[in-house]
């Protein structure tokens, strides 16, 4: 889960590689949008990442602002990174790595709990969205680094 998917080509081509090799990638982002530039923004990436097997959905009820990763049932982490260039690089930003750890098992409960309130992105929902925010988020991601 992560609220802002502002991908560089390094973190879009790890998702892709990932899917491809059968790994279930699974993102969820929010559905209603606290930042409409970085909603359209992410949405850019939506279609080539359903296209090379990842799974999208948006939480429908609100908005999600959880950073919330889950592996294999016995990794997690959970904390204040976006899947974004200045969460990862810049802002040092942190989150707490847990490994083999009972927990694991809340966070992914959580993660489905989540998933059981999104609806699932198709690549038939991304050809319908409005030319005009295709337009504004293709202009985003020209600017994405410094977002």
Partial sequence: MTPYLILDEEM?????????RGVAVKLILPHIPDKKYAYFLARTHYEELI???VEIYEYTPGFVHAKVFTSDD????VGTINLDFRSLFLHFECAAYIWKNPVVMDVEGDFQSTLAHCQKISIRDCK???IIYKILGSV????APLM
């Avoid at 879009?12 to 491809?20: G, K, M, P, S, Y």
């Avoid at 016995?74 to 982490?77: D, R």
């Avoid at 985003?140 to 600017?143: A, K, N, Q, S, T």
């Fill in 128 to 130: 319908e969205y409005s």
């Fill in 51 to 53: 296209s090379e097997g």
């Fill in 74 to 77: 016995e990794k997690a982490v």
């Fill in 140 to 143: 985003m991601r020209l600017v």
């Fill in 12 to 20: 879009r081509d790890a998702l892709t590689f990932a899917a491809q």
